[in-house]
Structure formats: C-alpha cells, structure tokens
C-alpha cells in the first residue's frame, strides 16, 4: 500500500492519463488549502491554458478511501471525472467579476465558524465576531452552494470600497432571501434515510417526537447554521414555539432547535453537545461546543450561561419591583390610619355645642 505522499506523488503523475487530450499540456499542482477549523487539505489542481476558474480536489480523504480498499485506478478516474464536469459547468459569473460589486453584490453569501479554532483560516478574511463564532462572507460563483464559492478577502473587500459593516448588511439582506428551513426531527430523519413519511411503515420506524425537537438548516444543507443569523426566521421560530427557544450547533450545516429554554438543563446540553462533536461530527464541520438561547423579548441570540444569568436578573427585578409595589402600599396603609378623621370629629364638635 501507498503512504500518503506516494498517493499524492502518483496522483499528480498519472492524472492526465485519465483526463482528455485537452488536458495534454495542462499544469498539475497540489497546494495546502486552510479550510474550517484550520484544517489543512491538500488540493489537487489542474489548470488548463486559459482557464481562470479550476476546482480544488481535496486528495485527504481519497486517501481514505484508498486506505479503505478502493482501487486506484477508480480514484483517478473519479478525479478526472470531477475536472472534466468542471469545464461542463455554465458558471453564472467570471471570476473578472469578482472586482465589480455592483455585479457579484447579488451573490454575496456568509457562513458560521468557530472563532477560536478558525484563527489562521480567519487571517486576512473581514468577519464579524458572534459569541464564541465568527461570520465570514464569500461570493457564489455559481447556482448550487455545493458547487463553487470565493471566499471574501480583505483585498477584495478594499476594491469593493465597502466597510465591513455594509459587507455584513449585504450579506444578511440577501440571507433574508434564502430558503431557510425549519424541519421537524422526524422528517430530517426520513429525508436522510430516504424515507418517505407518507409510507404507512414510516409511522413504526420513526414514531411522533413528543419533544418537539427541529432542524433549522438551509435548502441546500450546506452551511446551513447561518440561518441563526437571519432574525426573522429566528422572530419566527420564537412565535412558533410559544417564547424563548433552545439552539444546539449540530454543525456548520444545521443546528437543532428545541422549545422551553426556561426549562432547559444547560450543563447537560452543553454536555451532550462536546460528546456528539467529538463522536460523531467531522472535525472539519464542528461549529461550537456551546448551547444558544433565542431571547425572544430582547431578539437576540446568546450563549445559555448568559440567558441563565439574564433570567435571573429579571427575576431579581420583578421581585425587586414587587417588594417596592409592596413597601409603598404598607406606607400608604399606615398613612390612612395616621389621616384625622375629619368628617367624624365635626359631627361629634356640633353635638357637643
């Protein structure tokens, strides 16, 4: 078997070998590309005279399969396969676009990451800090989000001539005109196992959930955590579930909602939430180890250690504010007794005269 550099070295010298005649004079490379978590791929390029946009195919876990027991010969064709779909692709935009705003502003997108885990990945990139994650914008350079972006760079940003709160407004303005999904577990459930919920033996495999536990995603299921940014799917999840709502960040792809964050045990969740990252979530997909609470009152999103807290201070307040309702009608009680009363002394002065 192949060590991994041998892998890489063979890959990159027999790929044209599997690839069109076109392909004939076009440069391989493989360079590091830092992704989610400061994760570091190796990307597979193979560029053609003229070609301005080519796809990174990420050889770390075609290793995998390799190691797994696929055959060689079927990895390289898959990768040839995947550069020739590349040059089949009507691309909506040029990457010469990507220097007029006024073309790509449609198109400006954003995604959730990890702040601490994402400092070098994050290096040279504006992003506005969230809690404990960071928003970091790109461009889609085409009608699928699966398919290919350009992350925004501080450069870019600089042409643009934009600061980076207007980047920000124009990236959850067009947010807003996603398709953002709430789903029910259950039928996230059915979706992924290809069940179809109208099928009388769905009712056996996945009975109702009485807990009431969501999805809240994006159509494409990709990076579909940035939905907690949108506030009116957020407003709207709130008016749902009857008040203030639980956030689990399942993955950069999803998150799950749960209601009642009153009653919520955040020790536990929080709990649950590392076990789940550290069992069973690529490490290039964990979003955080922390649980979120939607306030529905004040609109805002915010760790549960801090809901907790700014439950507890309104509690305070409102027994605060009782207990001065409370001391005022005491001291006006005391003051009524204390009061002369002058309608009895004037009748009892006349039947003395």
Same mark, same amino acid.
């Not at 590349?86 to 010469?96: E, F, G, K, M, T």
């Not at 009975?207 to 009431?212: A, F, K, M, T, Y």
């Not at 008040?243 to 639980?246: E, K, R, S, Y």
């Given at each position: 078997m192949l060590s991994y550099e041998e892998f890489k070295q063979e890959i990159q010298d027999d790929i044209k070998l599997y690839l069109p005649e076109k392909f004939a004079d076009a440069t391989v490379t493989v360079q590091t590309v830092m992704k989610n978590n400061d994760t570091a791929l190796d990307g597979l390029m193979i560029r053609g005279e003229g070609d301005t946009v080519v796809p990174n195919i990420y050889l770390n876990d075609l290793y995998e399969r390799y190691e797994? *027991?696929?055959?060689l010969s079927d990895i390289k064709q898959d990768i040839a396969d995947i550069r020739v779909k590349?040059?089949?692709?009507?691309?909506?935009?040029?990457?010469?676009d990507l220097g007029d705003l006024d073309k790509v502003r449609d198109r400006i997108d954003c995604k959730l990451v990890n702040l601490e885990n994402n400092q070098e990945y994050l290096s040279g990139k504006p992003h506005e800090e969230f809690e404990d994650l960071a928003v970091v914008y790109s461009v889609n350079l085409s009608n699928s989000i699966e398919l290919m972006s350009a992350v925004v760079s501080d450069g870019m940003m600089e042409r643009w001539g934009i600061t980076q709160n207007e980047l920000h407004d124009i990236a959850m303005e067009n947010l807003s005109n996603q398709d953002l999904e709430l789903i029910n577990m259950r039928d996230m459930m059915m979706e992924m196992m290809g069940v179809d919920k109208d099928d009388?033996?769905?009712?056996?495999m996945f009975?109702?959930?009485?807990? *009431?536990m969501y999805v809240l995603t994006n159509h494409e299921r990709v990076n579909g955590a940035k939905a907690i940014l949108d506030q009116g799917t957020m407003d709207g999840i709130a008016e749902k579930l009857g008040?203030?709502?639980?956030v689990l960040p399942s993955s950069i792809h999803e998150c799950i909602v749960l209601p009642n964050a009153a009653e919520m045990d955040a020790r536990t969740l929080s709990n649950m939430v590392q076990d789940v990252n550290r069992t069973q979530v690529d490490p290039k997909e964990v979003l955080s180890d922390h649980v979120y609470c939607y306030d529905a009152k004040a609109h805002e999103l915010i760790r549960a250690e801090k809901y907790v807290d700014r439950q507890n201070d309104r509690s305070n307040e409102r027994h605060e504010n009782k207990s001065m309702k409370d001391k005022l009608a005491e001291k006006k009680a005391e003051a009524a007794k204390a009061a002369p009363a002058k309608t009895h002394l004037g009748k009892t002065a006349a039947h003395d005269l």
């Open positions: 797994n *027991g696929a055959d590349h040059d089949q692709l009507d691309l909506p935009i040029d990457v010469s009388p033996v769905a009712a056996l009975p109702p959930d009485e807990v *009431g008040g203030d709502f639980i």
